[in-house]
């Protein structure tokens, strides 16, 4: 008997590494129910169940209630013993490791919150959204000059019918970096390549600091006002001492003037200008020149378009009738060009096919006098020469398609060569 008291139970209704979920202010019950050998004649075999939470010992109170309750088999050779904790969770202290003790054996069940077991799909959730809105803004600083011109050239607005004349007044010292990089880089892109039309002057914009009625006028007949910047520049008289009020001059005759410096001149400057257009930025532009604006697609271009008027686009309806059926294209122009096929044109009496009668020249005058006696033989060969010279072929020029022919625009053949 002794052995069989020693014997350990057996849980019936709690097992190891179960969870059981519940939300903050939920309650659940826990149910121990294990089964022992029982003697009537050896009380040691007889014992009670204990509940601990994280390893220590809980009873019956506010948080915790216990139930118990026992029986027996027929011949009560076993004895059953049933514990029921049940839990009001409040708060976070009141989950846990919850364990069943009899006769050092135990039972072990785990208490979580509801949901809390999905926290790594949160913490995957939020990464994703973390890396998507830097995955934004590396494209927004990447293309945001891009969108802006997109936006600008399908819903912006034309500045047309306003009476000016050009696009912009482009103002320069004759300096000779400023006027290698007004007509050799500024003026030719922007006109060749976005069709802007700029009216350039090299002079003292504000020699008195007072602007003159030529400037006011030339100033008006141009939608932006363009400054170069540059060192040279700024070594100017009205920019020397006081640059500040010229700057409100030209504030007022020009909305949101632009001016472009060189980064490598701005970075040496200690210039008073410096720190005043950084002051007055929300009324002007400022873009730096570098050496990654060489490049047609640079930031600087597309900054630069962004602050100039938006151009409209003309189709060209009209053309050169000879190549008006080679889609308005002038063929020396174009990739591969039939002119430089100098073979000779394989149909001469006509690219139809349609030969019409032969209009002769009037006959010759003859005259009412007398006169000597020609040599016939030279008579006769005069008269041929000269009635094959008269006997244009003038009927297929109005049929003959100049566009389809190969050697209208060829300059020069190979036999020439």
């Known amino acids: 008997l002794e052995n069989q008291c020693d014997t350990p139970p057996q849980f019936l209704s709690l097992t190891n590494e179960t969870t059981v979920e519940t939300q903050i202010g939920g309650e659940v019950e826990l149910n121990c129910t294990v089964k022992l050998l029982y003697s009537q004649q050896f009380n040691w075999c007889d014992s009670s169940i204990q509940w601990l939470k994280d390893g220590n010992v809980i009873g019956n109170g506010s948080r915790y209630k216990i139930t118990e309750s026992f029986w027996y088999n027929n ?81 912006g607005e034309f500045e047309i019918n306003d009476g000016k ?8 010292i004759c300096a000779a970096d400023d006027r290698k990089f007004v007509n050799f880089i500024l003026k030719p892109h922007l006109e060749n390549k976005y069709s802007y039309k700029l009216h350039l002057d090299d002079s003292e914009i504000l020699p008195n600091l007072e602007p003159s009625a030529e400037l006011i006028m030339n100033v008006s007949r141009c939608r932006r006002l363009i400054v170069i910047l540059s060192k040279a520049y700024l070594e100017q008289d009205w920019c020397t001492n006081n640059f500040r009020e010229g700057l409100w001059r030209l504030l007022e005759l020009s909305k949101r003037p632009i001016f472009i410096m060189f980064e490598s001149q701005y970075r040496e400057l200690s210039h008073p200008a410096i720190p005043l257009l950084k002051e007055h930025k929300k009324d002007l532009t400022l873009l730096l020149w570098t050496s990654k604006s060489m490049t047609p697609l640079s930031d600087f271009w597309k900054e630069l378009c962004l602050v100039l008027p938006r151009k409209m686009m003309y189709k060209c309806t009209m053309g050169d009738p000879q190549t008006q059926r080679q889609d308005d294209k002038d063929p020396m122009l174009t990739l591969n060009p039939d002119y430089l096929d100098c073979r000779l044109d394989p149909d001469p009496e006509g690219d139809l096919g349609v030969r019409g009668p032969i209009y002769k020249g009037p006959p010759p005058r003859v005259s009412a006098l007398p006169s000597a006696m020609p040599d016939t033989s030279q008579s006769t060969e005069s008269q041929l020469s000269e009635a094959q010279r008269l006997e244009i072929d003038i009927s297929d020029l109005g049929l003959r398609n100049y566009a389809a022919r190969t050697d209208f625009y060829c300059l020069v053949t190979e036999e020439d060569i």
């Open 75 to 155: 011949d009560a050779s076993e004895k059953f013993l049933s514990s029921l904790l049940s839990i009001n969770s409040t708060g976070e202290q009141d989950y846990g490791v919850f364990t069943c003790l009899v006769k050092n054996a135990t039972a072990s069940t785990t208490l979580c919150r509801s949901g809390s077991a999905s926290h790594v799909v949160g913490v995957l959730a939020a990464l994703g959204v973390i890396l998507a809105l830097l995955l934004v803004v590396v494209l927004y600083v990447k293309c945001r000059l891009n969108l802006k011109l997109w936006y600008r050239d399908k819903y």
């Open 165 to 172: 004349l050009y696009d912009a007044y482009v103002s320069y």
